[in-house]
């Protein structure tokens, strides 16, 4: 079962390899037990990706986000001072 961090705030505004793989109904299963937090559900190589997998999330391209709406997502990009950039992916389960 991969871990969720949760966090109580968005924040503000990767390392190639293989595609990491989402298990999605555990995912949304930790979510609803934490209901209205933010979890950091995955990290993205681009901006773009991270962007694109919230959108499937708030609009249940996977199966275990339905119905559409009960889930919300963003993408943010986090960057430390003189680090490089990491765009990670947010949701959290609103019913």
């Given at each position: 079962?991969?871990?969720?961090?949760?966090?109580?705030?968005?924040?503000?505004?990767?390392?190639?390899?293989?595609?990491?793989?989402?298990?999605?109904?555990?995912?949304?299963?930790?979510?609803?037990?934490?209901?209205?937090?933010?979890?950091k559900?995955?990290?993205?190589?681009?901006?773009?990706?991270?962007?694109?997998?919230?959108?499937?999330?708030?609009?249940?391209?996977?199966q275990a986000?339905?119905?559409?709406?009960?889930?919300?997502?963003?993408?943010?990009?986090?960057?430390?001072?003189?680090?490089?950039?990491?765009?990670?992916?947010?949701?959290?389960?609103?019913?």
């Amino acid at each position: 079962m991969p871990k969720i961090t949760f966090v109580d705030t968005l924040p503000g505004g990767a390392a190639r390899g293989p595609r990491p793989t989402l298990d999605h109904a555990d995912i949304a299963t930790q979510l609803e037990a934490h209901s209205t937090e933010w979890g950091k559900v995955a990290a993205a190589k681009t901006p773009a990706a991270a962007y694109s997998l919230a959108q499937r999330i708030k609009t249940a391209h996977f199966q275990a986000y339905e119905p559409a709406g009960s889930f919300e997502a963003a993408a943010r990009t986090i960057q430390a001072r003189g680090a490089k950039p990491e765009f990670h992916v947010y949701t959290r389960y609103v019913g």
